[in-house]
T-cell receptor, first 115, second 117 residues
């Protein structure tokens, strides 16, 4: 069965500092991988996704993530945090072969950005 | 395009009552998903439809839960005989189904928060 583990339920950074949110997955074969963001009182929205093309994936708002098969990781980074990045971030996996589009989410990481 | 809309946004009910949530997906999308999210957890898959056909249901979806998408457009999620453990945010999402390039690209509504007293 597929699963996702996000290390750290809360991450706090200063404005301008590097953002690193960690995600590890468990799957018998490399899956599709996603990062979603949920701003307060809004629905989840897709930040970026990995579907077996380039291992370094660029998303919206300056975020990027790197797929590392040997580490079964898909960590999310941003070089310089903005106050507007404060939100909850979810890593998710989807099985390539099933084509259901069903996502399995991690438990989420709340990002706090301090002025 | 107004995105995915859900109604009601908040529902408070007493244990044992029935509740129904409605989801209007993005009109061009043929797939519709229901998820449940509890505090401090990620969304958990409940069920999904392709057009009007319900193609998969999670074991989380007990027989008190029923979902429909009668004409392949809006969907309803009904919970009968609610229990306190049903308190959660119920999320609806839609997507283009069947195209690999859109795999996993779900568009979520803002959710319907259920509180069972």
């Amino acid at each position: 069965a597929q699963s996702v583990t996000q290390l750290g339920s809360h991450v706090s950074v200063s404005e301008g500092a590097l953002v690193l949110l960690r995600c590890n997955y468990s799957s018998s074969v490399p899956p599709y991988l996603f990062w979603y963001v949920q701003y307060p009182n809004q629905g989840l929205q897709l930040l970026l996704k990995y579907t077996s093309a380039a291992t370094l994936v660029k998303g919206i708002n300056g975020f990027e993530a790197e797929f590392k098969k040997s580490e079964t990781s898909f960590h999310l980074t941003k070089p310089s945090a903005h106050m507007s990045d404060a939100a909850e971030y979810f890593c998710a996996v989807s099985r390539k072969s099933s084509n259901t589009g069903k996502l399995i989410f991690g438990q989420g990481t709340t990002l706090q950005v301090k002025p | 395009d107004t995105g995915v809309s859900q109604d009601p946004r908040h529902k408070i009910t007493k244990r044992g009552q029935n509740v129904t949530f409605r989801c209007d997906p993005i009109s061009e999308h043929n797939r519709l998903y229901w998820y449940r999210q509890t505090l401090g957890q990620g969304p958990e898959f409940l069920t999904y439809f392709q057009n009007e056909a319900q193609l998969e249901k999670s074991r989380l979806l007990s027989d008190r839960f029923s979902a429909e998408r009668p004409k392949g457009s809006f969907s309803t999620l009904e919970i009968q005989r609610t229990e306190q453990g049903d308190s959660a945010m119920y999320l609806c999402a839609s997507s283009f189904g069947g195209l690999a390039e859109y795999a996993g690209e779900l568009f979520f509504g803002e959710g319907s928060r259920l509180t069972v007293l």
